[in-house]
């Protein structure tokens, strides 16, 4: 059983039971009450009397401008309660109860949901993808609340939601980690990666100083130390060992967000009159971080079919394909391509 595996990891997200449909934009009229420049003023007055006036006038703007692009964001809404939203309007309530019916699913049985995370990096239609993973696993964090017309009607309701962006902004920070450790582990042929490894490798810069540095276009990231005899720091790689510089970059990664997002639980067990060592995420973000985490460490082993581009746990060391299936279609598509090259 994969739970006794990974007896460290116990791995359960609430999924909505409905899932959660459309992507809707939410407009300004529809969204937030949203003040105006001298209320929000009078408001940060309120709060910090010191504020000097040109200060408050500037900030008050800020803020503005901040409410407005929040409320601009597009965002995966729930439809669990779409009954009770209408019911609700009629009575005149303006909001939902904040839970909506889920369930329970265990992560450990979907070793690789944090590859197929990243995988939304590419995927042509990604809103699509996106709505599809979400109605399948449920929200990334917490929901805020959202706004939206019901039915393209007149009522307005109060819907669970989290936004369009922010599912982006994590779907591309996984895939820039995995790229990373894919290029760690010598995988450069899949599909998340398909770099050329010396290419790569120059993305670190070794200075003079000591410290190795990542780039990223015209952004540089401090990653480590290669020579550092007064000890400055907590992370120290050899030098001009360009993977060595990058398994320490992910795992500075992967530490900072299971920190955040994950917690440590020891509860009483009954039947041995002990207590358990449990290490459980707090969200499905901190699950598919918590699944890296595994997965970079080696208590996962994961690859990448060739044929197919999906990811999974390979049963024998030697193990390339994901399926039968998949070593036939690759096994036929070689033939067609010699009798191809033989016949021209
Ligand atoms: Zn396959």
Redesign the pocket.
């Known amino acids: 059983m994969a739970q006794e595996r990974y007896g460290l990891v116990s791995a359960r997200v609430q999924v909505a039971k409905n899932g959660y449909q459309w992507i809707t934009a939410v407009s300004n009229e529809s969204a937030y009450y949203v003040p105006n420049v001298e209320e929000e003023r009078d408001w940060l007055g309120g709060i910090m009397p010191e504020l000097a006036e040109a200060d408050a006038n500037r900030q008050a703007e800020e803020n503005i401008a901040g409410y407005y692009r929040r409320d601009m964001e597009r965002a995966l809404t729930s439809i669990d309660a779409q009954g009770d939203v209408l019911d609700m309007c009629k009575e005149g309530q303006a909001a939902l109860p904040l839970c909506v019916p889920s369930m329970e699913k265990d992560l450990m049985t979907e070793q690789t949901l944090h590859r197929k995370f990243a995988a939304l990096a590419r995927e042509q239609n990604q809103e699509a993808a996106i709505l599809e993973f979400a109605n399948n696993w449920g929200w990334l964090q917490s929901p805020t609340r959202y706004y939206r017309e019901i039915d393209g009607a007149t009522l307005t309701g109060l819907c669970m939601g989290e936004s369009l962006a922010f599912w982006q902004r994590e779907i591309r920070d996984m895939a820039h980690v995995l790229g990373m450790l894919d290029f760690a582990r010598s995988r450069s042929q899949t599909s998340l990666a398909r770099f050329d490894e010396r290419k790569y490798g120059r993305r670190f810069q070794w200075q003079d100083d000591g410290k190795v540095y990542l780039t990223q276009g015209k952004t540089r990231r401090y990653v480590a130390h290669y020579h550092d005899p007064a000890g400055e720091s907590d992370y120290h790689v050899p030098e001009n060992d360009a993977k060595a510089a990058a398994e320490c970059y992910v795992a500075q990664q992967i530490d900072t967000r299971v920190a955040t997002l994950s917690v440590g639980r020891y509860p009483w067990n009954n039947r041995i009159y002990k207590g358990e060592i449990r290490v459980g995420p707090r969200s499905l973000l901190g699950a598919l971080w918590v699944l890296c985490m595994l997965e970079a460490h080696g208590n996962l082993t994961l690859a990448e079919?060739p044929?197919?581009q999906?990811w999974f746990v390979p049963k024998h060391t030697d193990t390339i394909?994901?399926?039968r299936q998949?070593r036939q279609n690759a096994r036929n598509a070689r033939i067609r391509a010699e009798q191809t090259t033989e016949a021209a």
């Open positions: 079919c044929h197919c999906t394909y994901c399926s998949c």
